[in-house]
T-cell receptor, first 111, second 120 residues
């Protein structure tokens, strides 16, 4: 079992729809969770982080964390073609400075 | 230039050669990370520095890889006797601090543009 798992996709959604990206992790003691966006040929850029169970909203983005289920998700509302990218989930484990990344989910927003 | 910078942007070398990759973090950031990213994969943790010391080097794949940060700012990743399997994009990231008790603003990592290493 990988430490951080994501569906590689591609996930295709029409413009204006909600895109739902999911991530599961194996270290039950993990404390910090991050979503990065990575355009092809570019480096990752942070979209959101979440530390507590529940939802966290920032503009069109909502991160959801369920520590009991070891599950974190990212919702993108009103998806735009410019949102087309690979979305990386990263988890910082308990008692560690390491960030473990998933393989990423490729999102395609169709105009 | 407020962001993380990395040089060179591209490096092509022959199998068996030695290479150095440089990272210049955001000014004032005490934490510095090196990652390696292969095509279709997420970044793979290599090593983490807090100040001048390597706080966690458990991700270095073998003893051909070594990294330094002598003055707590610029870091150099050194790869000896390169192999074709070392070909990847090497990413550097920095954050204000990475203490375990640090809040969100301390933990946010900013990535550099990466160095694409190709070993022929």
């Amino acid at each position: 079992q990988k430490e951080v798992e994501q569906n590689s996709g591609p996930l295709s959604v029409p413009e204006g729809a909600i895109a739902s990206l999911n991530c599961t992790y194996s270290d039950r003691g993990s404390q910090s969770f991050f979503w990065y966006r990575q355009y092809s040929g570019k480096s990752p850029e942070l979209i959101m982080f979440i530390y507590s169970n529940g939802d966290k909203e920032d503009g069109r983005f909502t991160a959801q964390l369920n520590k009991a289920s070891q599950y974190v998700s990212l919702l993108i509302r009103d998806s735009q073609p410019s949102d087309s990218a690979t979305y990386l989930c990263a988890v910082r484990g308990s008692g560690t400075y390491k960030y473990i990344f998933g393989t990423g989910t490729r999102l395609k927003v169709l105009a | 230039g407020a962001g993380v910078s990395q040089t060179p942007s591209n490096k092509v070398t022959e199998k068996g050669k030695y290479v150095e990759l440089r990272c210049d973090p955001i000014s004032g950031h005490t934490a510095l990370y090196w990652y390696r990213q292969s095509l279709g994969q997420g970044p793979e943790f290599l090593i983490y520095f807090q100040g001048t010391g390597a706080a966690d080097d458990s991700g270095l794949p073998n003893d051909r890889f070594f990294a330094v940060r002598p003055e707590g700012s610029v870091s150099t990743l050194k790869i000896q006797r390169t192999e074709r399997g070392d070909s990847a994009v090497y990413l550097c990231a920095s954050s204000l601090h990475a203490g375990l008790a640090g809040g969100p603003s301390y933990n946010e990592q900013f990535f550099g543009p990466g160095t694409r290493l190709t070993v022929l």
